[in-house]
């Protein structure tokens, strides 16, 4: 939600009012909510994102009264339905998260299968085994742009652009890879409480 800043609760309100929160019952138990149910805040500027984990057969519904609340209360807001590509625990698995680092971006045709493989097989097991990463996780967008996000759930914000995390960024794939990308955005997030 570009602009603006939602309180955890305030989220979840939202998500009442789509009648979301029974589907998010469906999925998941106390301990689990705070994966399947994730507020973050943008740190430049106002802006949050709710993530909510899916994957029932009411899914599909729930994000349409989703979408649809969500655009009458706030026009420039955005409800998209993202898939689950690849999981990767972190170095800092078990500690909580307090930032959220996402990297959303499109890529040259020409070029998705190496993206894809170099995401996969070096670039997010790379940064998921940098001390204070608790998780990665790739989602696509099959039906709209950016593509591809890339989350990293991070217990310290020092864990993002320590010397391990650059070394990873600094690969010769790495460096063959991110000259495809296109509409990249990346915005660091503060994990709502």
């Known amino acids: 939600m570009p602009d603006h800043t939602l309180t955890r609760a305030q989220a979840i309100a939202l998500c009442g009012s ?3 929160t029974e589907h998010i019952a469906e999925v998941v138990d106390d301990r689990a909510a705070a994966r399947c149910f994730h ?3 943008a740190v430049e500027h106002a802006e949050t994102y709710i993530y909510v984990l899916g994957g029932t057969s009411t899914h599909a519904l729930a994000v349409e009264r989703l979408r649809k609340t969500v655009q009458a209360l706030y026009p420039t ?3 998209t339905s993202l898939e ?11 500690l909580a998260g307090a930032w959220h680092y996402v990297v959303e971006t499109d890529v040259k045709p020409q070029a998705e299968n190496d993206f894809n493989d170099w995401y996969q097989n070096e670039h997010l097991p790379g940064l998921a085994s940098v001390p204070g990463t608790v998780l990665a996780v790739r ?3 099959p039906q709209g742009s950016p593509r591809y996000h890339a989350c990293y759930l991070l217990h310290t914000r020092e864990a993002f652009g320590s010397e391990p995390w650059l070394a990873v960024r600094a690969t010769d794939w790495a460096s ?3 000259p495809n990308f296109m509409n ?3 915005t ?6």
Do not use: E, W, Y
Not at 85 to 94: H, I, L, R, Y
């Open 39 to 41: 507020v973050v805040h």
């Open 176 to 178: 063959q890879v991110r």
């Open 139 to 141: 989602l696509k967008n």
């Open 188 to 193: 660091m997030f503060t994990v709502a409480g």
């Open 77 to 79: 807001a955005d409800v």
């Open 84 to 94: 689950v590509c690849q999981v990767v625990p972190g170095a800092s698995a078990g």
């Open 184 to 186: 990249t955005k990346r």
């Open 18 to 20: 789509a009648d979301i």
